[in-house]
């Protein structure tokens, strides 16, 4: 749903179907799940509970819908078939949120919701409820008709959702912490107890941890991981970008590994037994292996709507890899880069072929850490390709793993910049 789109009434999405970029059904929608925040700030909406042909229900994250439209679900393809399991801060709007008895802030009146309405924030992928449908009177079902007016206002209009101030329990430390950058929330963690710090994480969506632990130092890593259960720690690793969720895997016992790679999708578990083959500080090691990767037949209009991709890091959206199929690493023969500064010189029909880079090497991935770092500085690159034998695009490297593995080991621990007195927690 593009910014600007109508509002969407929760109780018009209720059995929707949910279908993948083939057009071919893959379940229907069951409920939505939201994440309550402290005050009367509208809560995020995370995702759907959809329940697939099988009759098992797995959740949906919204960062993985494309479109609602026309009484459909579109979604990239990506399924986690494990099944759903509700966690302590979030709230089902079905189940919990509708029928449910709250007060005008204005009146005083108690009041039966009938109905939410949900809304796509401008230029991001991120989702609230802003609006609540009420009926005054008796209570009555969200669903049917029932006596008395009936009025939509907005979600800061009522009381008796949101969490409460008061307390230091996770939800709250989640909800004072929210709008916290993923490296600040990894510092606001590092300082807390060892206690406090799992309960935290636990709390945490899967993207938002993954997130969070790419920022950590590696010991905190290791501790949150290895306090989820099994199924959720893999959840989290495919959540991470491949090549810190390789370098963690690589910290763990052998049988530890093993266990977690037999639970991840067979996909990224492959990805992630290529990155873990290849010796720590070198470009098969550095690299990740979900750069953009485009065919010669692609159009400059293509490449542009891929770097647009909010979920891309600004270093990999900087580029995109020109190659032979297949598209997935590791590809067919590459032919180039291409720069988005050269894209955005370029008419939208012009063929990303007719504009290709071929003259810069690639990284080979064997090639050391001063030998990337010499590449980066030469050529004043924030992404470059590693390249096999074969010519195949095996991924990318980029200038903040660069960063990452030349600084000194601590540099997570000595340089958090936030004072341990601005984290308002006693540590318990």
Not at 20 to 37: I, K, N, S, T
Not at 101 to 107: F, P
Not at 329 to 339: I, S
Not at 344 to 370: F, G, M, N, T
């Amino acid at each position: 749903m593009a910014a600007g789109a109508p509002r969407i009434f929760v109780s018009h999405l209720s059995g929707v179907a949910v279908f993948d970029p083939a057009g071919d059904q893959v379940g229907r929608v069951r409920d939505l799940v939201v994440m309550l925040r402290v005050g009367q700030k509208p809560p995020r909406l995370l995702g759907l509970v959809v329940e697939l042909a099988t009759r098992r229900r797995i959740f949906l994250p919204m960062t993985r819908v494309t479109a609602i439209q026309s009484g459909q679900v579109i979604t990239t393809g990506v399924l986690n078939v494990r099944r759903f399991e509700q966690r302590p801060t979030e709230r089902l709007v079905f189940g919990e949120l509708l029928d449910r008895r709250v007060t005008l802030t204005e009146t005083g009146e108690e009041v039966t919701v009938l109905d939410l309405s949900v809304h796509q924030l401008p230029a991001r992928r991120e989702w609230e409820i802003d609006r609540v449908f009420v009926r005054k009177g008796r209570k009555g079902s969200a669903f049917r008709r029932a006596k008395g007016e009936a009025l939509t206002v907005e979600w800061t209009a009522v009381t008796g959702f949101s969490l409460e101030e008061q307390g230091q329990g996770a939800e709250n430390l989640l909800a004072t912490f929210e709008q916290l950058r993923p490296a600040d929330l990894a510092n606001v963690l590092h300082h807390l107890s060892p206690k406090r710090r799992a309960e935290v994480a636990a709390a945490l969506d899967d993207d938002r941890l993954a997130d969070v632990l790419e920022e950590l130092p590696e010991d905190d890593q290791i501790e949150i991981l290895g306090k989820l259960k099994e199924e959720r720690a893999a959840d989290v690793l495919e959540a991470m970008d491949p090549d810190d969720a390789a370098d963690l895997l690589g910290e763990l016992p052998t049988d530890e590994q093993e266990r977690l790679l037999s639970l991840m999708q067979p996909g990224d578990a492959a990805d992630m037994r290529r990155l873990m083959s290849y010796e720590d500080r070198t470009a098969g090691g550095l690299m990740t292996t979900e750069p953009i990767v485009l065919r010669p037949d692609s159009t400059v209009a293509d490449a542009l709507a891929r770097i647009r991709n909010p979920d891309l890091s600004p270093a990999l959206a900087a580029q995109v890899y020109v190659c032979r199929p297949p598209d997935e690493t590791p590809t067919g023969k590459y032919l180039g880069t291409v720069h988005f500064q050269r894209l955005l010189r370029e008419p939208p029909p012009a063929l990303v072929s007719s504009i290709v880079d071929s003259d810069l090497q690639p990284l080979d991935p064997e090639a050391d850490l001063p030998a990337i770092a010499g590449f980066f500085a030469t050529y004043d690159m924030v992404a470059a390709p590693v390249v096999d034998e074969a010519g195949s695009l095996l991924g990318a490297v980029t200038v903040d793993d660069v960063l990452d593995h030349m600084l000194p080991q601590d540099w997570r621990e000595t340089e958090f910049h936030l004072d341990e007195e601005e984290v308002a927690t006693d540590g318990s």
